[in-house]
């Protein structure tokens, strides 16, 4: 199983960015969706996160900006250069997480 993250790139402040995240293969029993962001120098930190049992949740940064959706896509508006990283998705079920590579997204003010 793989996961391929996609639609990072390059906008001005205040612009849109939908990532999505695609599987191949098929994984069993998800109960967690998740997105994180890495920006250089930084730790890689929780962005998003949609479980079966609730959610979903958002970091204070990108509360009423960003919405992450059951298929694992995340929808990122009024984009500021402090969003500029690069993002993950992660899927975990009972015995695994998986990560996808990563996608750049540039924010420029």
């Known amino acids: 199983v793989q996961l391929q993250a996609s639609g990072g790139g390059s906008v001005q402040a205040g612009g849109s960015l939908r990532l999505s995240c695609a599987v191949s293969g098929r994984i069993l029993s998800i109960n967690t969706k998740a997105w994180y962001r890495q920006a250089p120098g930084k730790q890689r930190e929780l962005v998003a996160i949609?479980?079966n049992s609730g959610g979903p949740d958002y970091a204070d940064s990108v509360k009423g900006r960003f919405t992450i959706s059951r298929d694992n896509a995340l929808q990122m508006n009024n984009l500021k250069p402090e969003d500029t990283a690069v993002y993950y998705c992660?899927?975990?079920?009972?015995?695994?997480?998986?990560w996808g590579q990563g996608t750049q997204v540039t924010v420029s003010s």
């Open positions: 992660k899927i975990r079920n009972g015995w695994h997480e998986y």
């Open positions: 949609i479980t």
